[in-house]
């Protein structure tokens, strides 16, 4: 599992309030992802960091954000969470060498938003 | 468990025989290509990978095939077994220090 685990696993919440999943990573690797998956849409890349306090969009980042203060913890952050944010999120460590970009997945949090 | 893709492709095979996924990958520069295979309510595990500059893999009882030419990737399955029911993702690396780009999926069913 590259020592990836993601918190809470599941969260149910309503329209409005802030929520914050953590992913947590033991092996020391740089880059780190979150990805929401929702049905008819794949896996869409949300925010990645590519360091302690370096960080960059993806494809969806509006009404998210994200920190890493640590190595090792990469947050992710709906500040006023919307039904349309009730999703899979998905943590991934990139594990790869030699200009391989081998991502490996944590085992994902489910969120509700109501 | 989540539903990973109420709209994904689905194939269904036979316990036993081989199967073949495919993929259209979008951006010729890519080098670098990997398949996943995903769980019900799991996250995505890496499979096998390939370069660009090769055009076949093969792993335990999986092979990759790439044609550059027509940006095509495959994933195939010998001798499907029931655990191999999932769904498949691939995934390219664009050049440039950019995040992969995932596939939507397909679902493969392994009927017993």
Known sequence: ?114 | GESVGLHLPTLSVQEGDNSIINCAYSNSASDYFIWYKQESGKGPQFIIDIRSNMDKRQGQRVTVLLNKTVKHLSLQIAATQPGDSAVYFCAENPPGNTPLVFGKGTRLSVIA
Not at chain 1, 65 to 85: C, N
């Open chain 1, 1 to 114: 599992d590259a020592g990836i685990t993601q918190s809470p696993r599941h969260k149910v919440t309503e329209t409005g309030t802030p929520v914050t999943l953590r992913c947590h990573q033991t092996e020391n690797h740089r880059y780190m992802y979150w990805y929401r998956q929702d049905p008819g849409h794949g896996l869409r890349l949300i925010h990645y960091s590519y360091g302690v306090k370096d960080t960059d969009k993806g494809e969806v980042s509006d009404g998210y954000s994200v920190s890493r203060s640590k190595t090792e913890d990469f947050l992710l952050t709906l500040e006023s969470a919307t039904s349309s944010q009730t999703s899979v999120y998905f943590c991934a460590i990139n594990q790869g060498t030699s200009g391989r970009n081998e991502q490996f997945f944590g085992p994902g949090t489910r969120l509700t938003v109501l």
